[in-house]
Nanobody, 126 residues
Framework: QVQLVESGGGLVQAGGSLRLSCAAS????????MAWFRQAPGKEREFAAA????????FYADSVKGRFTISRDNAKNTVYLQINSLKPDDTAVYYC???????????????????WGQGTQVPVGS
């Protein structure tokens, strides 16, 4: 089992940066592939980035590549999402998610992740 709690959201102006954190509890965190999703108002939840259990591999949605960086610190049971050059279109609730049996595959569907945090809001002002 993995419990996830996101933090770090808040109002930011366009062009600014933000780092989101996702603190995990549970002994299986270090073996879980982690991902960040986001859900804008009135839209479906969409994949943003994922990282392997070791942190050695990452995968990004084309829409965020070059601006988002996912990382993790297994000693601290925490995964991060650094967001640079924020745009108003980045306004969303950001969720972290965990999957325990990813193997070498990347999963971009929300249905593929069993564990979710409650989300943290990121409004981006223009």
């Amino acid at each position: 089992q993995v419990q996830l709690v996101e933090s770090g959201g808040g109002l930011v102006q366009a062009g600014g940066s933000l780092r989101l954190s996702c603190a995990a509890s549970g002994r299986t965190f270090s073996s879980a592939a982690m991902a960040w999703f986001r859900q804008a108002p009135g839209k479906e939840r969409e994949f943003a980035a994922a990282i392997s259990w070791s942190g050695g591999s990452t995968f990004y949605a084309d829409s965020v590549k070059g601006r988002f960086t996912i990382s993790r610190d297994n000693a601290k049971n925490t995964v991060y999402l650094q967001i640079n050059s924020l745009k108003p279109d980045d306004t969303a609730v950001y969720y972290c998610a965990a999957r325990l049996d990813s193997g070498s595959s990347w999963y971009v569907s929300p249905a593929s992740y069993a564990y979710w945090g409650q989300g943290t809001q990121v409004p981006v002002g223009s």
